[in-house]
């Protein structure tokens, strides 16, 4: 059987969810099967020209390319996979659906979040051209792809807001956990409490001027960590608050190990 996956591939061990997804279950795959490609596209339009975008074509690893329109459309019509498996959100998807109306390839789509909904409540700064391609492009997905990969429960509902689908396509698949974190030990008890705050620092829904507010107040010994990404390896907001950049995930495992509490807003 012939498997495409179709999204953004992380060649380092520095990600975010969905690119982990993506990388975790095309190792798995492809220990089982053979013939499976991973399709990447040009995304940098600061790093790569128009033609690049259009018709540049460039193996990143082993089964794993990175296609331009044009290219993607051409290799598609040679391999006519008998999946597409379209595991991070991305527009060059779209063209995936022309092998579903050609070779009657089927089309998975992995569901990381709705992305009319994470548009209307939570980036009200994305631009109109932007939201309408967005919308368009999910809308196509929920409306023709023949299976439809949820999180949970309460994702299937927020995506029923939104679009009409069968019940019968909508599975429910958690994501993983790599087996590091697993069998990772607890470091020795800290004289300061060490707080990880999950969400990025300049989204107002996720609470973090609230979280540093009550901070301040508190008397208590006390350190909050936010990962994220900034020009500095480091930055001190306070006394209390630092910022650090993402680390790969043997680092990462061994920092999770001096924290006391993890808040995950969502």
Do not use: C
């Not at 060649?11 to 982990?20: D, L, M, V």
Request: hydrophobic content about 45%; glycine content about 4%; charged content about 25%.
């Amino acid at each position: 059987m012939k498997i495409l996956l179709v999204g953004r591939y992380q060649t380092s061990e520095t990600f975010n969810g969905p690119e982990k997804v993506a990388k975790r279950l095309f190792y798995e795959l492809s220990k089982l099967n053979n013939e499976i490609i991973f399709a990447e596209y040009f995304f940098d339009g600061k790093q790569y020209s128009i033609w690049k975008k259009l018709f540049g074509f460039e193996r990143i690893e082993n089964k794993v390319f990175r296609f331009g329109l044009f290219s993607f459309l051409k290799y598609l019509f040679k391999y006519r996979p008998d999946i597409i498996h379209i595991i991070t959100f991305e527009r060059f998807a779209i063209i995936g659906f022309i092998a579903k109306l050609f070779f009657g390839t089927k089309i998975i789509y992995h569901v990381h979040g709705v992305i009319k909904h994470e548009r209307l409540y939570f980036e009200e700064r994305i631009p109109l051209s932007t939201k309408l391609k967005d919308s368009f492009l999910e809308y196509v997905i929920f409306k023709f792809s023949d299976k439809i990969i949820f999180l949970s429960d309460q994702s299937i509902a927020i995506a029923k807001r939104f679009y009409k689908f069968d019940d019968k396509i909508a599975t429910i698949l958690p994501n993983g956990v790599d087996e590091i974190f697993i069998n990772q030990a607890h470091a020795k008890k800290n004289e300061v409490v060490n707080i990880l705050f999950l969400a990025t620092p300049n989204r107002k829904v996720k609470g973090f001027e609230f979280a540093t507010e009550i901070i301040k107040n508190l008397k208590s010994s006390l350190k909050i960590f936010i990962i994220y990404n900034l020009n500095n390896d480091s930055e001190n907001i306070s006394k209390r608050i630092k910022i650090i950049p993402k680390m790969e995930i043997v680092e990462y495992s061994k920092f999770l190990s001096k924290i006391d509490f993890v808040v995950s807003t969502s």
